[in-house]
Every structure is written in C-alpha cells, then in structure tokens.
C-alpha cells in the first residue's frame, strides 16, 4: 500500500530490493518513479536459466530502469557463476532489442 507514496516524495530513483509482496507491474502502475529491479543472492544461486531469463522480461516489461544481479560469498556455487553470466547475456539481449 505504500507504493503510491512515493510519488508523494518526489524520488528520482527507488530500490524495491526484493519482496514477494512487489512485483515490477505494482510499481510500475502505480507510481511514477522509476526503479531498480534484483536479482538477489539466493535467486542467482536458485533459479534456473528460464526463470532469470522469465524474471529480466517481467521487469523490462514492467519498465524497470536497471538490471541488478547481486553475488554474495555464502551464496556462490558453480550454477551462480553460470548464472550470473546467462544474467549478463540476457541483459546484453535487452538492451539490443531496445536499440
């Protein structure tokens, strides 16, 4: 419910982190600041590679204005490295389809 207070503030720029509460459609209808979107720690490690893919198009979709993947130390098994890299060409695809 406290999404459209944030027009309220005036932010230029808000982080939502993660919440299974939010999702990228919520902020984008209904508030008018633009927004990072995360891939946190423990997705990086879980998530298959449709479902980074699956979650990027959410956000972009939903007009995210930047793509965040977050690495943490207790989290990084020999999926994450792979993962953080399938992030990175996902991203590269992104942005060349908006080119």
Known sequence: DHIPFLDTLELDHFDPSVSPQITPADLRNRCSVPFDWLL?????????????????????????????????????????????????TVAKEIVRAKS
């Open 40 to 88: 946190n720690p423990m997705q990086t490690r879980d998530f298959s590679r449709q479902q980074i893919r699956d979650y990027l198009m959410d956000a972009t979709a939903h007009d995210a204005s930047a793509l965040c993947c977050h690495v943490a130390r207790d989290t990084i098994l020999d999926n994450s490295i792979e993962n953080v890299r399938f992030f990175i």
